[in-house]
């Protein structure tokens, strides 16, 4: 049966995503940026509450994926601190300034996440040879790559998502970016082995008092009032809907 995995902005999704059947979870901070490293106030709270896998990403900031000296060392100890706290696996991703897997620094986080489980995350989509990049991270012992096929979205790239299933030799291709309950066939007709999916909604505030005039994000369009938290609704219709072709 194909992995579920929901990507949890809060210790509360990660909550919801449990109760609601999932089989993993990502763990992130920053929906806005795309998830960015939880803090760790929140990973104290997940650690102690979740049971299922739960895999916090390590990335600094949002933006690219090729990381200065400081924000690599700061990488290095949220690693640290991960491991400690006892969660099996991490996701996170480095490149270099041409667009490849910064082999230098992905054998030191290889070190440092020692017995745990690497993903290596959507930096994979931003890379120059997928090909290439692909047997770079088997041979660093990489666990799977969480890829949308180099496109706007999974369902668009799986061309090279059912390529790099095919030809991996080891690291589990999970498909990600855009996964939904109306295109789970989409990836199972290509035996794709684990799928990602953020099942997220926006839910209105329960401020009701509201200043309007002004903005806490450097985007001002944002509604401060509106938030993201995941859908256990659509996390139980997606796990029941490969449990039923199984």
């Known amino acids: 049966m194909s992995l579920l995995e929901i990507c949890c902005y809060s210790q509360a999704c990660a909550m919801t995503a449990q109760a609601a059947g999932a089989d993993r979870i990502e763990l992130c901070s920053a929906v806005n940026e795309g998830g960015l490293t939880p803090s760790a106030g929140v990973l104290k709270g997940v650690r102690a509450q979740i049971t299922i896998p739960v895999h916090p990403i390590v990335r600094p900031r ?37 667009g490849g897997v910064d082999l230098a620094r992905m054998h030191k986080i290889m070190r440092a996440a020692d017995g745990m489980a690497v993903t290596f995350h959507r930096a994979f989509d931003m890379c120059a040879s997928p090909l290439k990049a692909l047997e770079e991270l088997t041979d660093l012992g990489v666990a799977r790559i969480l890829t949308s096929g180099q496109q706007a979205s999974a369902a ?32 199972l007709a290509q035996g794709i082995d684990e799928l990602h999916s953020s099942a997220g909604i926006h839910v209105a505030s329960p401020m009701r008092y509201r200043n309007t005039g002004v903005s806490m994000s450097s985007d001002a369009s944002v509604d401060e009032y509106s938030r993201y938290q995941v859908d256990g609704d659509a996390v139980a219709a997606m796990k029941a809907a490969l449990t039923s072709v199984q």
């Open 156 to 187: 668009k790239g799986i061309s090279l998502i059912t390529e790099l299933k095919q030809k991996s030799r080891a690291p589990i291709i999970m498909a990600g970016g855009g996964v939904r309950l109306s295109n789970l066939n989409l990836f």
């Open 62 to 98: 949002g933006g690219d994926f090729c990381y200065n000296e400081s924000e690599f060392a700061a990488m290095l100890d949220d690693i640290a601190f991960i491991r400690e706290l006892g969660f099996p696996g991490l996701v996170t991703g480095v490149l270099n300034e041409d």
